[in-house]
């Protein structure tokens, strides 16, 4: 019995032109989307930032960031139990402190009772299956708003980093799981490495902020930390120049071979490139944050109808997982978490 004839095909030039290969038909419908996705987005990649202040039972918004609070470290609890519920494996502190205990030497970050240690014991005592990341640096302690000691107008490296050691042993001591310098000075990482195993914290992680720009995203941030009126001059010196790539590898390679665990690129979409670009080289856990800056505009954008939100959140997400990213620190880390989780 003869096969019955089917029509010819469509204009033979389609079929000439792709070589019968269609990229349609793995888009056509969602399941098949799903099955040929090359890169996923998960609550394991989440990191949640989080805003410490002084006081009692105080929750303040932030202005420039649209849904971010500032919590008080009875209130900082509450924050860390709501990740450990939606499955986000750390959460990354930051003090807004009181400009009345800021100087020039940022000697409140020597104090053993300020804002970081407090919400960090506080946590710790709750027991929550949750990573503590805390920042070192300078800038939210210091009167003039910079991540190190000055003299005059300069920015002295070495004895910045004799005392950012030394904040690091104290969020050690409060309970810290990661140490995260985000100052850029030279040589901090493989300073604060030997003082914490030479002190018992041999198992505490360091995440360097390795490749950390001088960017105008930063803004809202520096808001939200009180940061913004305080600050004298740029970072210019001691952040890097957003028009250097290799610079950027040469920074990480420095902070790996001084004891870095894992290493950050900040900002995160303005630099996606340097993100690819650490990862193909080193092939070490690689981190972007989204700041502040970023997380600003597309809530701005959204609320004035310009950008559907959830779609530019994840999105941009997974731009950076994309690029090479094993993780975000990002401020949509709850919102994220509770949409994946359906």
Same mark, same amino acid.
């Given at each position: 019995m003869t096969a019955p004839q089917r029509p010819a095909s469509g204009p033979a030039t389609v079929d000439a032109v792709v070589g019968g290969r269609r990229m349609r038909r793995n888009r056509r419908t969602d399941w098949s989307r799903r099955m040929?996705?090359?890169n996923t987005l998960t609550v394991d990649d989440l990191i949640w930032p989080l805003f410490v202040t002084r006081g009692s039972n105080v929750e303040e918004a932030v202005p420039s960031m649209p849904?971010?609070?500032?919590?008080? #470290?009875?209130?900082?609890? &509450? *924050? !860390?139990e709501e990740a450990a519920a939606l499955g986000i494996p750390a959460i990354a502190l930051f003090p807004n402190t009181d400009p009345e205990l800021r100087d020039a030497r940022g000697s409140e970050a020597l104090n053993a009772e300020n804002l970081v240690c407090q919400a960090c014991r506080e946590i710790r005592a709750a027991g929550l299956p949750v990573g503590l990341i805390t920042d070192v640096a300078l800038d939210p302690y210091t009167s003039h708003g910079h991540d190190?000691?000055?003299?005059g107008e300069t920015i002295v490296n070495d004895e910045t980093?004799?005392?950012? #050691?030394? *904040? +690091? $042993?104290l969020q050690a001591d409060a309970g810290s799981d990661v140490i995260a310098p985000s100052d850029m000075m030279d040589g901090r990482i493989g300073a604060i490495r030997a003082a914490l195993d030479a002190n018992g914290h041999q198992d505490v992680q360091i995440m360097s902020y390795a490749a950390k720009y001088a960017s105008a995203f930063y803004g809202p941030f520096r808001d939200a930390v009180g940061t913004n009126t305080t600050l004298v001059g740029d970072k210019r010196t001691y952040q890097m120049d957003p028009a250097n790539t290799?610079?950027?590898?040469?920074?990480?390679?420095?902070? $790996?071979?001084?004891? +870095?665990?894992?290493?950050? #690129?900040?900002?995160?979409?303005?630099?996606?490139?340097?993100?690819?670009? #650490?990862? %193909? !080289?080193?092939?070490?856990?690689?981190?972007?944050?989204?700041?502040?800056?970023?997380? +600003?505009?597309?809530? &701005?954008? +959204? *609320?004035?109808?310009?950008?559907?939100? %959830?779609?530019?959140? $994840?999105?941009s997400l997974m731009a950076f997982k994309r690029a090479g990213a094993d993780g975000v620190l990002t401020y949509f880390a709850p919102e994220v978490a509770r949409r994946l989780k359906g």
């Amino acid at each position: 019995m003869t096969a019955p004839q089917r029509p010819a095909s469509g204009p033979a030039t389609v079929d000439a032109v792709v070589g019968g290969r269609r990229m349609r038909r793995n888009r056509r419908t969602d399941w098949s989307r799903r099955m040929v996705r090359e890169n996923t987005l998960t609550v394991d990649d989440l990191i949640w930032p989080l805003f410490v202040t002084r006081g009692s039972n105080v929750e303040e918004a932030v202005p420039s960031m649209p849904g971010v609070m500032r919590h008080s #470290v009875d209130r900082i609890r &509450a *924050q !860390a139990e709501e990740a450990a519920a939606l499955g986000i494996p750390a959460i990354a502190l930051f003090p807004n402190t009181d400009p009345e205990l800021r100087d020039a030497r940022g000697s409140e970050a020597l104090n053993a009772e300020n804002l970081v240690c407090q919400a960090c014991r506080e946590i710790r005592a709750a027991g929550l299956p949750v990573g503590l990341i805390t920042d070192v640096a300078l800038d939210p302690y210091t009167s003039h708003g910079h991540d190190g000691l000055m003299e005059g107008e300069t920015i002295v490296n070495d004895e910045t980093v004799e005392q950012l #050691v030394e *904040q +690091a $042993l104290l969020q050690a001591d409060a309970g810290s799981d990661v140490i995260a310098p985000s100052d850029m000075m030279d040589g901090r990482i493989g300073a604060i490495r030997a003082a914490l195993d030479a002190n018992g914290h041999q198992d505490v992680q360091i995440m360097s902020y390795a490749a950390k720009y001088a960017s105008a995203f930063y803004g809202p941030f520096r808001d939200a930390v009180g940061t913004n009126t305080t600050l004298v001059g740029d970072k210019r010196t001691y952040q890097m120049d957003p028009a250097n790539t290799d610079e950027a590898l040469h920074e990480v390679e420095l902070d $790996l071979e001084e004891g +870095a665990d894992m290493i950050m #690129v900040k900002p995160g979409m303005p630099y996606l490139d340097i993100i690819r670009r #650490v990862k %193909d !080289a080193f092939r070490r856990p690689t981190f972007a944050y989204q700041v502040s800056g970023e997380y +600003a505009m597309i809530c &701005a954008a +959204a *609320q004035n109808g310009w950008l559907d939100r %959830d779609r530019a959140m $994840l999105e941009s997400l997974m731009a950076f997982k994309r690029a090479g990213a094993d993780g975000v620190l990002t401020y949509f880390a709850p919102e994220v978490a509770r949409r994946l989780k359906g």
